[in-house]
């Protein structure tokens, strides 16, 4: 939901306080912004002005200070619908490259189809443009190091945007690890349920959509060639070809959310299954999908594991889109509600552990039961352990958007140069391990992977 910017800086200023966060927590989130000077405007062009693309740009647009003078789409209707929405001054073009040739753009949000970002960005980090690459990074693992490279060399901001990391929800999670509030956490456990066409990916085909309208060519760009199919171009999350299936697209967000409440570089081991059961439309992914990931033990950590599930048929109770995670620890549990609320619940550790007396000779039974009652005098009557909870729970405040929180990020580092959590080596530590759970799927094994060099082994 749109909502303005004053809005914005008071209910995040609530939600800091609501959610007793203590310290200084690395979001943008926060803190407020500094006032923006009205001469001081960060300009941005959009490549790619699908519904990823528009949607950025139009959190981008509602910050102070920004301004949005470029778009490159290889639909002409897309193009049209820019110019109709940012005045007929603004400029398009078919080709991205000539969107970076122009002195007047700052930066760029990159909203292509999976197979183009990494061309891309390293084309505007060169090009001397901060970027805002949507998730995941890289279509390809290997193309993660050359994106690394390139922000290294260049010095250039690269942000990837997936908005957990600058959310004060997975701010107020990450101190409740950290603090031990729940003990030491051995698993995790994230779902996301889909229950509609959109949802699937059964996304809109324009009538006027013909290689009059579209260049082709410009969107298969490495991809294998093939005939013109507008269905290719406007659902290309369904074909292996330009997207990354549920794994970039989903899988991306939960790593994303883990790695940053978890303090985590990644699992050393990969296991994904899954299948195409419903959306039988001609796609090549699947529609539903599990992965196991196993993370190592580090200095700070005694290593978890990791169970995802994503199922595009989910049933109607469980509403249009519904996600969550369960951080499982020794001394509770902490229930994360995606963009909603967290809650921590605690069950008191067994007092009397009971006893399988019954199963010995009367004599023994009677012996051991004496020394148990002796041992439990309290519960040994009753139920023989607790079973009370205690609950907190924590919610956003109403109209917060991690959206916002994230373009918020991304703009104060573009004015004052100081590095995001989501860079470079942080986008390929989440796409990784999601690109990995592809190559376990298609490829029917287990996957070996080196989370602090981020490469299949």
């Avoid at 809650?343 to 009367?362: N, Q, V």
């Avoid at 009370?388 to 994230?406: C, D, N, R």
């Amino acid at each position: 939901m749109p909502i303005s910017r004053r809005h914005f800086l008071q209910s995040t200023g609530v939600a800091a306080s609501a959610l007793g966060l203590t310290g200084a927590v690395d979001t943008a989130a926060q803190e407020p912004a500094k006032p923006v000077s009205p001469n001081d405007h960060v300009q941005i062009g959009c490549i790619g002005f699908g519904i990823m693309g528009q949607g950025d740009m139009h959190t981008a647009s509602s910050l102070p200070g920004v301004q949005i003078v470029a778009v490159s789409d290889v639909y002409d209707g897309r193009r049209t619908l820019a110019r109709e929405r940012y005045g007929k001054d603004i400029f398009t073009t078919r080709d991205y490259r000539e969107l970076l040739a122009r002195r007047d753009v700052d930066a760029v949000v990159i909203a292509t189809p999976d197979h183009w970002h990494a061309r891309i960005a390293v084309d505007a980090l060169h090009a001397g443009k901060d970027v805002y690459c949507q998730k995941p990074m890289v279509r390809e693992a290997p193309e993660g190091h050359q994106v690394i490279d390139a922000q290294k060399r260049t010095g250039r901001i690269l942000q990837v945007g997936s908005q957990r990391v600058s959310s004060i929800l997975y701010a107020k999670a990450k101190e409740i690890v950290r603090t031990g509030a729940i003990g030491q956490i051995h698993l995790i456990e994230a779902y996301i349920n889909r229950n509609s066409s959109l949802g699937a990916w059964q996304y809109t085909i324009p009538p006027d959509a013909s290689m009059e309208t579209i260049d082709w060519e410009q969107f298969l760009g490495s991809a294998p060639k093939c005939p013109f199919d507008p269905v290719r171009l406007f659902r290309w999350r369904n074909y292996r070809a330009y997207g990354t299936g549920i794994p970039g697209d989903l899988f991306v967000h939960l790593f994303t959310g883990i790695h940053f409440v978890m303090d985590s570089v990644g699992p050393e081991r990969i296991a994904a299954t899954g299948g195409l059961y419903y959306w039988k439309d001609g796609r090549d992914v699947p529609d539903l999908m599990t992965g196991l990931y196993s993370y190592p033990e580090t200095p700070s950590h005694p290593g978890f594991q990791i169970n995802f599930s994503v199922n595009f048929e989910a049933g109607s109770g469980e509403g249009a889109d519904s996600q969550a995670f369960r951080f499982i620890g020794t001394e509770g549990v902490l229930n994360l509600s995606v963009g909603n609320s967290l809650s921590i619940s605690k069950r008191p550790r067994e007092l009397d552990p009971g006893t399988t007396a019954s199963t010995f000779s009367k004599k023994i039974e009677e012996q051991v039961l004496a020394e148990h009652r002796a041992k439990y005098p309290v519960l040994s009557e009753s139920t023989g352990s607790l079973t009370s909870e205690a609950l907190e729970t924590y919610f956003l405040p109403k109209g917060y958007s991690e959206q916002i929180a994230h373009h918020e990020t991304f703009q104060r580092a573009i004015r004052t140069r100081t590095p995001v959590i989501e860079d470079a080596v942080f986008g390929l530590r989440a796409a990784g391990p999601a690109l990995m759970s592809n190559v376990s799927y298609f490829e029917r094994r287990m996957v070996s992977w080196d989370p602090v060099n981020m490469r299949m082994l």
